[in-house]
Nanobody
Framework: QVQLVESGGGLVQAGGSLRLSCAAS????????MGWFRQAPGKEREFVAA????????YYADSVKGRFTISRDNAKNTVYLQMNSLKLEDTAVYYC????????????????WGQGTQVTVSS
């Protein structure tokens, strides 16, 4: 069992930056691929970024590529999402998730989910 707790969301102006954190419980954090997803009002939840168990592989949605960076610190059981050059369309609830595999992009492959943190980008 893995419990995930996101933090770092908030209100930011367009063009600004935020760093989301996701703290995981348990001693097997390094066994899980980690991902960030988001859900905007009235839309389905969508993939944002993923990172492999060891952190050597990352993958991004086209909409955030070049602006967002996913990273992890296995010693701290934490995964991060650095978000720069934020746009109005980045407004959403952001979720982190853990997959018991080396790497995953598809939502059904993720086994555990956090409660989400709200990110609001204003003009």
């Amino acid at each position: 069992q893995v419990q995930l707790v996101e933090s770092g969301g908030g209100l930011v102006q367009a063009g600004g930056s935020l760093r989301l954190s996701c703290a995981a419980s348990g001693r097997t954090f390094s066994s899980y691929a980690m991902g960030w997803f988001r859900q905007a009002p009235g839309k389905e939840r969508e993939f944002v970024a993923a990172i492999s168990r060891g952190g050597g592989n990352t993958y991004y949605a086209d909409s955030v590529k070049g602006r967002f960076t996913i990273s992890r610190d296995n010693a701290k059981n934490t995964v991060y999402l650095q978000m720069n050059s934020l746009k109005l369309e980045d407004t959403a609830v952001y979720y982190c998730a853990a997959a018991a595999r080396s790497f995953a992009i598809s939502q059904p492959l993720y086994d555990y989910w956090g409660q989400g943190t709200q990110v609001t980008v204003s003009s």
